[in-house]
């Protein structure tokens, strides 16, 4: 019986904007407010959650291109929370290579460490399709205390980045059997 420790964090609405403006970071000395664990989150992780919250009308080959899923992780010396290399789902690969984008998103998710990730879910109900950029943070058993700690006090943190202070609405713990 496996359990699958993804902690669903917040979700955010995504937003269609044809022309989307070009979202003007705060102040320098904002982007670097450090958090509680003393972390920072790298302007890039922001930048991967705008660009997959902001839907822009873009042709095929854009959609193609667009972030399905993204892990974000620790980097080495514990400072900052970067974008992890490599461990991405672009919705052109859905279909294509990749058959169940969230089996496959759970599949990049380390066995032994913590990762934070962004997945970008679609539901289907009978009136409409909604979708919701989601936002999870994944703490296995086994991974090693100090880092649970680090991501565990880190994860509000980058939450307010995300959210410009919006509250967050549920949080949900995923039982896999």
Not at 2 to 14: N, R
Not at 43 to 63: A, C, G, L, P, Y
Request: net charge positive; with cysteine; proline share 5%.
């Amino acid at each position: 019986l496996s359990q699958i420790s993804l902690q669903l964090v917040a979700t955010f609405p995504t937003t269609f904007h044809p022309k989307a403006p070009t979202l003007r970071q705060s102040s320098a000395e904002k982007s670097r407010e450090t958090m509680a664990s003393g972390v920072t989150v790298n302007d890039e992780v922001i930048k991967v959650f705008n660009d997959m919250k902001v839907r822009k009308s873009s042709t095929q080959d854009e959609m193609k291109k667009r972030k399905k899923a993204v892990l974000f992780c620790l980097s080495d010396d514990k400072k900052k929370i970067i974008v992890e290399e490599g461990k991405q789902i672009l919705v052109g690969d859905v279909g294509e290579t990749v058959d169940d984008p969230f089996a496959c998103f759970v599949k990049l998710l380390p066995p032994n460490d913590c990762r934070y990730g962004l997945y970008d879910a679609t539901y289907e109900t009978k009136e409409s399709k909604k979708e919701d950029l989601v936002f999870v943070f994944w703490a296995p058993e086994s991974a090693p205390l100090k880092s649970k700690m680090i991501y565990a006090s880190s994860k509000d943190a980058i939450k307010k980045k995300f959210t410009g202070e919006t509250p967050c609405r549920h949080h949900l713990h995923h039982h896999h059997h």
